[in-house]
């Protein structure tokens, strides 16, 4: 006999984003004690990616995963300067006010927001396309059927 | 009889103002019917351009006995006037087939003349002159079981005043006793419907030569008073003889040959040797014995006295709306059981009603009434719904009056009713000739219960009168004497009538059930199996096919072109039954390459292909369940095209964040190494 397939677990998204947000404070946490500039730079510009994640209802926070990679990834290059000054603050002064630094970390979240919404408008133009196909498909083989065999073949 | 098979095929169509030639060269002018020999108005004679010969033509309705026409030719008897050939024909404007017999003419002096009833009045030479030859001819019949049924003083001629050549007129025009006034019918038959007095017994020719001789001495207008309806009746009380000899004085002699022939009981009436031993002067003693007295006290019917059970109980026939209540009435079995002694009879009218109770509930009255009117006299003829039959003329009725709905329907309601099986029941002797119209009557009733073809009234047409012509309008009455010739007949049609093959089959009621009756090689099981009327028409043409080719098959035929190019359309167009274009495409690709004519098994062999139509339907439901499977996925692939925002969410949240994980790593990268 063969065995029943076992339907698949759904994902518990709830734990998962739990583990990831405690390990990303975890991180904040790191950092801070490495370097209070990166730690000052990671907190303000991690802004994004905390209104992203709180105002995502989504329980997969897609939106806060997009914007956060993007952004946090914006943040990474920027404090990976910042961490070898340590606690002083006074070095970290020019890091903390070049306005480019804070403006390729929030436009990394720009990308995450655009990527985040310009996702399903490629996605559900490329399935639609693809089940249309599909559609079309199948009819041209009920066609091919009828022609073979006549109008009885169409199955009630 | 000559061979007309030739003409067999098609129906001459003729005005009654031209000579139309028929088969192989009998020329008649219809500009000029005989009116000497026009003794019946159903039928009408016509002159011939050979002097030997005349011309007769019957009335629509009229069957004439193409059987006895045909056997009676075997007889070599100078006496006994023969049939030529008989000839399907329709005289313009006219919706009915009639037929045309072409007869040896008869003589010009008829027994009804007056120099004829002078000169055997006068020189008493009856033995002579007419026993003689009558004798000879009845013993012909005798020895072929046939019987003329026709003798009458009018169809009885001379060739001239010197009397001595004797011919006796036709028997074979038309249904037996058809022309016959009632008195020259014997009492089991007189009674009956003239299209239902049936061949009988040949001593019922006797009878009627007895009454022919009877005719010479009487006044004409004697017997014409005597044969009618209220007078005929008295002979059931009073007997045959004693009611025409009433207070007529004879010769001995001549007083002991009318006794001996007009007599009611078979077993006292002279046989041909009997005759033939009076004709030369032996003593021969009549076996006549005068029928038993009549009741004293009368019986009330319908406002009048009857004193004779038999006259009761045919009045009760012929007038059956009192019947049912007086038969079970306590005063009618008391007054049957005192006067007739008829005891047994009275009790198996109970029997009768429990016989008759199982019949269709449509007929069951006229049945109960039937059957008991046996029951108390088995003797008389067969009553239903106020008709007399006789057992054997029930079929010459029904091919008489076929195309008469009410008399059709009446004489089915008769053969579904098993009456007549009912009445040979009664007999006690079960002579061959009661087993085989047992069998006949039995397999009639079958009949009438299925609807198919082959099956119906007309398969009883056919199994009652086997000498009756097809009357399918495909066949055009062709089939008259050789029943193999249906597919030349239908060939003969198809050439023809090319432009109304098309949608025709060649086939239809009559057809099957002509040919069910004549070819033994056709089962009522390929019957019970033939497509019904409501088939697809693929269906049809395949049974029709298969009709064809069983005919074909066991008649040794040989492929006719003009009929195997109506069966070659209709078999492309049965095809259809093929649900596979493919296979379709290629069986018509096979049928087209053979144009010239095969014999239709071949067809049939492609057509109807059992492994292939097998394979075909199995083909066919994969075919279908793969198209419902379709159908479904459709369903599917649109219920998520409809929701295609809720479907690709999951999609979408994933994409986006592979995505910005790409494009982290695309800018790191170009961060760090650019």
């Known amino acids: ?156 | 009889m000559r061979d007309n098979r030739d003409q067999l095929h098609a129906i001459k169509k003729f005005s009654l103002t031209e000579a139309v030639t028929f088969g192989q060269g009998d020329t008649v002018d219809f500009t000029n019917p005989l009116p000497p020999f026009s003794f019946d108005p159903h039928i009408t004679a016509y002159a011939t351009q050979k002097h030997n010969e005349i011309a007769y033509v019957m009335a629509p309705h009229i069957v004439p006995r193409f059987s006895l026409m045909e056997t009676q030719s075997k007889i070599e008897n100078p006496h006994l006037l023969q049939g030529y050939a008989a000839h399907p024909i329709r005289v313009q404007e006219s919706p009915y087939n009639q037929t045309l017999i072409i007869a040896q003419k008869p003589g010009e002096i008829s027994l009804t003349s007056q120099e004829a009833r002078n000169f055997f009045q006068i020189h008493k030479n009856v033995a002579e002159w007419l026993i003689g030859p009558m004798v000879r001819i009845l013993r012909d019949f005798e020895q072929l079981n046939l019987t003329h049924r026709a003798i009458h003083p009018a169809r009885i001629t001379f060739d001239d005043f010197s009397f001595k050549n004797l011919n006796l007129g036709y028997g074979f025009l038309t249904p037996p006793g058809f022309l016959q006034p009632a008195c020259y019918e014997p009492l089991q038959t007189c009674f009956a419907e003239p299209t239902a007095r049936g061949s009988g017994h040949p001593s019922y020719d006797l009878y009627a030569l007895g009454v022919t001789i009877l005719s010479l001495f009487k006044d004409p207008k004697f017997l014409q008073h005597l044969s009618s309806a209220d007078t005929n009746k008295r002979r059931l009380s009073e007997g045959s003889y004693a009611f025409f000899l009433e207070k007529q004085m004879f010769s001995e002699r001549i007083t002991e040959l009318l006794k001996g022939l007009i007599c009611d009981d078979l077993s006292q009436r002279w046989t041909p040797d009997d005759l033939e031993s009076w004709a030369d002067f032996n003593k021969v003693h009549a076996r006549y014995r005068p029928p038993q007295k009549s009741a004293t006290k009368p019986f009330l019917y319908q406002g009048q006295e009857y004193n004779s059970p038999a006259l009761l109980i045919h009045q009760m026939g012929t007038d059956h709306t009192w019947a049912q209540d007086v038969i079970f009435s306590e005063d009618f079995r008391v007054w049957m059981r005192r006067n007739s002694g008829q005891h047994e009879n009275t009790v198996g009218i109970e029997d009768a009603k429990v016989a008759a109770s199982r019949t269709e509930a449509s007929i069951r009255q006229d049945a109960i009434v039937s059957y008991c009117l046996m029951a108390l006299d088995p003797e008389q003829p067969l009553y239903f719904k106020g008709v007399v039959f006789t057992l054997d003329g029930i079929g010459d009725h029904l091919a008489a009056y076929f195309y008469d709905t009410q008399k059709r329907s009446d004489t089915a309601a008769l053969l579904n009713s098993k009456a007549p099986l009912f009445w040979l029941s009664l007999k006690e002797q079960k002579s061959p000739q009661v087993l085989r119209f047992n069998k006949l009557y039995q397999e009639s009733a079958n009949f009438l219960s299925k609807r198919g073809m082959g099956f119906g009234i007309e398969r009883c047409l056919y199994e009652l009168n086997p000498h009756v012509p097809c009357q399918s309008p495909l066949l055009n009455a062709v089939a008259m004497y050789d029943n193999t010739d249906i597919l030349d007949a239908l060939n003969h049609y198809a050439a023809h009538n090319p432009g109304q093959l098309s949608a025709k089959l060649p086939i239809d009621r009559h057809l099957m059930a002509y040919a069910a009756t004549h070819y033994d090689f056709i089962k009522d099981d390929f019957l019970n199996a033939f497509p019904d009327e409501r088939a697809p028409k693929e269906q049809k043409i395949i049974g029709c096919l298969r009709f064809l080719s069983l005919i074909e098959k066991n008649t040794n035929t040989q492929p006719l072109k003009d009929l195997y190019y109506w069966v070659h359309d209709l078999s492309l167009q049965s095809i259809g039954i093929y649900r596979s274009k493919k296979r379709r495409d290629m069986i018509q690709k096979l049928l087209e390459s053979q144009r010239n004519p095969c014999p239709i098994d071949r067809l049939l062999d492609w057509i109807d292909n059992t492994a292939e139509k097998k394979l075909d339907m199995d083909e066919f439901m994969d075919a279908k369940k793969h198209h419902i499977y379709t159908v479904h996925k459709i369903k599917e692939w649109q219920f998520k095209l409809d929701n295609i925002r809720s479907v690709s969410r999951d999609i979408c949240d994933n994409f986006s964040i592979l995505l910005a994980a790409m494009g982290s790593l695309f800018m790191a990268a170009l961060y760090l190494f650019v």
């Not at chain 1, 004690?33 to 209104?51: D, E, K, Q, R």
């Not at chain 1, 914007?67 to 903390?96: E, R, S, W």
């Not at chain 1, 436009?107 to 490629?122: C, F, L, Q, R, S």
């Open chain 1, 1 to 156: 006999m063969s065995k029943a397939k076992t339907p698949r677990k759904a994902p518990n998204y709830k734990k998962r984003n739990l583990i990831v947000k405690i390990l990303f404070f975890l991180v904040v946490l790191a950092i801070g004690f490495v370097s209070f500039g990166a730690f000052v730079m990671t907190l303000f510009g991690a802004l994004p990616t905390f209104a992203a994640w709180y105002r995502d209802n989504n329980p997969r926070k897609s939106l806060g995963y997009t914007v956060g990679l993007t952004n946090t990834t914006c943040i990474f290059l920027v404090i990976k300067d910042l961490l070898p000054m340590g606690q002083h603050l006074t070095q970290a002064m020019p890091y903390l006010q070049n306005p480019w630094y804070w403006c390729m970390i929030y436009m990394g979240a720009v990308v995450g927001y655009g990527i985040h919404n310009m996702t399903p408008k490629i996605v559900i133009k490329t399935l639609r396309w693809n089940f249309q196909g599909k559609i079309q498909d199948l009819k041209r083989t009920q066609n091919y059927l009828v022609q073979q065999w006549g109008r009885d073949v169409v199955g009630e």
